[in-house]
């Protein structure tokens, strides 16, 4: 199957700053690309749906000036958290549409802990 | 509009037995259906998909499923448990067309004992 980079894969980052996180598409063109956040012990969360070239699309609650995703090419998109306060501890997984549009292919996830 | 119901958060087997994960999905359309297993800090892994044709599908593992329609189900199975299935394992549903956006269930935790 194709293979989708999630980086980085555990980050720790101070309270106030932002990090960035990193989701490439290795085999494939992605025009479209998810973004999870998961809390301990449930399901993921899809936070946005991210288009190559255009806005991404949030979904309701998450607020997109704190979570910033961009798509610049068809194989990256990144998402940065930004002012980051301990709640925003969580794990972040993307994923990326195949081609064919029939199901999606995940990064190995980023372990955010904001201290 | 779609939905997901994974019964049971929990389930534990003994090394070699039958896996039983259960996944009921309500969707306006025919669905897509999806298992995933997750290992911990690890992004999630497809082990089998339903688009059309045949409902019995085979995924990786050993593991598989039955789409059954007039259930509304798509349970997942195992005939004999490995310690290494230990893991979470969702199922999802999207909608044909194209646009492939998932909804996840819960999630199970399958835990084998030796």
């Known amino acids: 199957g194709a293979v989708v980079s999630q980086h980085p894969s555990r980050v720790i980052c101070k309270s106030g700053t932002s990090v960035k996180i990193e989701c490439r598409s290795l085999d494939f063109q992605a025009t479209t690309m998810f973004w999870y956040r998961q809390f301990p012990k449930q399901s993921l969360m899809l936070m946005a749906t991210s288009n190559e070239g255009s806005k991404a699309t949030y979904e309701q609650g998450v607020e997109k000036d704190k979570f910033l995703i961009n798509h610049a090419s068809l194989t990256l998109s990144t998402l940065t958290v930004t002012s980051a306060h301990p709640e925003d501890s969580s794990f972040y997984i993307c994923?990326?549409?195949?081609?064919?549009?029939?199901?999606?292919?995940f990064g190995q996830g980023t372990r955010l802990t904001v201290v | 509009a779609q939905s997901v119901t994974q019964l049971g958060s929990h389930v534990s087997v003994s090394e070699g037995a039958l896996v039983l994960l259960r996944c009921n999905y309500s969707s306006s359309v025919p669905p897509y259906l999806f298992w995933y297993v997750q290992y911990p800090n690890q992004g999630l892994q497809l082990l089998l998909k339903y688009t059309t044709g045949a409902t019995l599908v085979k995924g990786i593992n050993g593991f598989e499923a039955e789409f059954k329609k007039s259930e509304t189900s798509f349970h997942l199975t195992k005939p004999s448990a490995h310690m290494s299935d230990a893991a979470e394992y969702f199922c999802a549903v999207s909608r044909p067309g194209g646009s492939y956006i998932p909804t996840f269930g819960r999630g199970t935790s399958l835990i084998v004992h030796p």
């Open positions: 994923s990326a549409r195949d081609p064919d549009g029939t199901e999606a292919f």
